[in-house]
């Protein structure tokens, strides 16, 4: 018969074995995870096309303070695939110039509809007065938030004009993993 004290060794040695392989597990799960923070880092590419916003042009007439804007555009990613869609609507926040040049502030909410889930995106940019696509620079914009695989994200969209209208959308965003 085992004394009290071999049964206490005993399950002393497994608990601690068990301790140490359950440490090991750990370990080796967050070296494989994608990111040591917990997110997982996407950039995804889309063609914005073009297609004109519906104006709500708030006295006094031309580009002024409260003039509203809503908009639909398709996506096509750069193959020219369909992507999905952009939508969303800005408020007229400002008009001055920036750079020397006309502008209008605007303050933006803009949602990105992708096959995997929705990115939100809000923000003040800056067009010429009466444009759509953002200055020739392009503009940074915060992302908010997201849905479906997109769910947690956080990041920024890069937006810069091309020809005839369009304009390139940069996402980098990191998600929870």
């Known amino acids: 018969m085992r004394s009290t004290?071999?049964?206490v060794q005993g399950r002393t040695r497994r608990a601690l074995g068990a301790f140490i392989a359950m440490s090991f597990f750990l370990l080796l799960v967050?070296?494989?995870s994608s990111d040591s923070n917990g997110y997982k880092k996407i950039q995804i590419t889309v063609i914005s096309e073009p297609s004109a916003p519906n104006v709500v042009d708030n006295p006094p007439?031309?580009?002024s303070q409260g003039d509203s804007y809503a908009f639909m555009?398709?996506?096509?990613d750069e193959a020219g695939k369909p992507a999905g869609r952009i939508e969303g609507f800005s408020v007229t926040t400002d008009v001055g110039s920036r750079g020397g040049q006309d502008a209008e502030y605007r303050q933006s909410v803009t949602q990105f509809t992708l096959d995997n889930g929705t990115i939100l995106v809000s923000g003040v940019y800056f067009v010429e007065p009466r444009g759509g696509a953002p200055i020739t620079e392009g503009v940074r914009r915060p992302?908010?938030?997201g849905t479906?695989?997109?769910l947690g994200a956080r990041g920024q969209v890069f937006q810069t004009p091309l020809s005839e209208g369009r304009?390139?959308?940069v996402i980098e965003?990191?998600?929870p993993t």
């Open 148 to 150: 479906g695989a997109y």
């Open 73 to 76: 555009q398709q996506l096509v």
């Open 5 to 7: 004290q071999g049964i």
């Open 143 to 145: 992302v908010v938030g």
């Open 61 to 63: 007439s031309g580009p």
């Open 167 to 169: 304009f390139k959308n």
């Open 173 to 175: 965003i990191e998600i």
């Open 30 to 32: 967050a070296a494989c």
